[in-house]
Every structure is written in structure tokens, then in C-alpha cells.
């Protein structure tokens, strides 16, 4: 006579799948974004780089754009990129609730008149600020000694979560007479989580290591 499963062996069975399921699925999900988001990160440094680059050879160094608005450096970079939705300084194109890595406000990005933002067509916002009022290069893990005339808060997934800082929201820096520059360039002080960052700080730490070991 055959021996076959009872349906108490089966349910039991069906459980145990279901709580190893319950354990592993969620840590699949997790390294695939963090997979995800490192490689937009890269992808949009790149992009940032290349754009940068092409249009000083065209316009001369950053520092003699027209910074007198956001808009008008958009305008230098609008051909080098393929932008699917413009914002300007209207909301809409950032997630609305963003915070930084240690659990801190970021701000509201989206309805900042202080950002010029728009989508790139692989779904990447980004945000141009002007340093015309100033800004300090420290904040962004750059060199405190050079300086920063603009540059991009990036969220490489868009309305995609976590939309958090040093997780899928960066900062890259415009600096004069060196370019982009990726946040944590200088200092990626607090990327460890001991005493975290807003996370703004540590791009340069994710490209360096190909992941987000922090996260």
C-alpha cells in the first residue's frame, strides 16, 4: 500500500513554506532595490558628469553660467538630457514626504521655489538650486574650501519609496573648475548609521563600494 501525506502533514508543510516565505521575500525585495538604486545612482553620475563636461567645452566653466535663476541653467542643460516632465518651481515632479538618513526633514523638495525640478525619461527627478545666497559645500560632504556655485538633489526612482537620503536621494555639487561633484567627494561623516547623516552625504561612498552597505 502507498503511504500518502495527511492533510495535517500537508497543512504543516504548506506553513512552514509560508513563514520561510514570509522571512526571505522581504530581504529578496530589499537587495534588489538596493541593486536598483545603486545603478541609477552610477547611471545619473554619469550623466551629470558627462552633461557638465560637455557643456562647459560649449559655455566655458561653470562659474561664468548665467546663475542669476535656476532656469537658466536648466536651459544649458535641457538639451543634453531627456526630460519628460518640467516642474520648474511648481510641485509635482519630487515625492512629497522625503527625510533624511537619520530620520531628519529634508524639507519639502517638491513645492521648494528654491528648486528648479524636472523627470528624466528613465523616471530620475532631479532638482537644480542656484548657490547665488550662498551655500556650503560641508553640508554635502564636498570640500569646504572650494566653491560650489549649484547643484542637484537627485532621487534616482522618483515617486518610488523609500525616498530618503543616502538611500535613493543624493546630492551632486557644481563646483568651480572641477564640475559635478558627488556628495561625500570630501567627507561621508555619518554614513555609517553611528552617528547618522541626513544621508545627502553619501553618494560618494555608495559608487565607491557598488552598494548601500549602510542600508
Not at 500537508?10 to 521575500?25: H, P, S, W, Y
Not at 552633461?51 to 561653470?62: D, F, K, M, W, Y
Not at 509635482?92 to 525640478?117: H, Q, R, V
Amino acid at each position: 500500500m502507498k503511504k500518502a501525506f495527511t492533510l495535517a502533514e500537508t497543512l504543516l508543510t504548506l506553513m512552514i513554506i509560508g513563514v520561510i516565505a514570509a522571512m526571505v521575500i522581504p530581504s529578496l525585495m530589499y537587495s534588489a532595490q538596493n541593486r536598483d538604486n545603486v545603478a541609477r545612482l552610477k547611471k545619473i553620475a554619469g550623466v551629470l558628469t558627462t552633461a557638465t563636461g560637455l557643456i562647459q567645452l560649449e559655455s566655458g566653466p561653470v562659474d561664468g553660467w548665467d546663475w542669476a535663476s535656476e532656469s537658466n541653467i536648466v536651459d544649458l542643460y535641457r538639451t543634453k538630457f531627456k526630460i519628460e516632465r518640467e516642474c520648474g518651481t511648481n510641485s509635482g515632479c519630487f515625492p512629497e514626504d522625503t527625510e533624511g538618513l537619520n530620520g531628519s526633514s529634508l524639507g519639502d523638495i517638491d513645492s521648494s521655489a528654491s528648486y528648479y525640478k524636472f523627470v528624466l525619461a528613465d523616471g530620475t527627478a532631479l532638482g537644480l538650486k542656484t548657490c547665488e545666497g550662498g551655500c556650503s559645500p560641508a553640508d554635502y560632504g564636498l570640500d569646504p574650501t572650494e566653491r560650489m556655485v549649484g547643484g542637484f538633489i537627485v532621487d534616482v526612482n522618483g515617486h518610488k519609496g523609500p525616498n530618503v537620503g543616502g538611500k535613493d536621494i543624493f546630492f551632486f555639487g557644481i563646483i568651480k573648475d572641477k564640475g559635478i561633484k558627488v556628495g561625500g567627494s570630501y567627507s561621508t561623516n555619518g554614513c555609517d548609521l553611528s552617528k547618522g547623516s541626513n544621508g545627502l552625504n553619501c553618494g560618494a561612498l555608495v559608487i565607491q563600494e557598488n552598494k548601500i552597505s549602510y542600508w
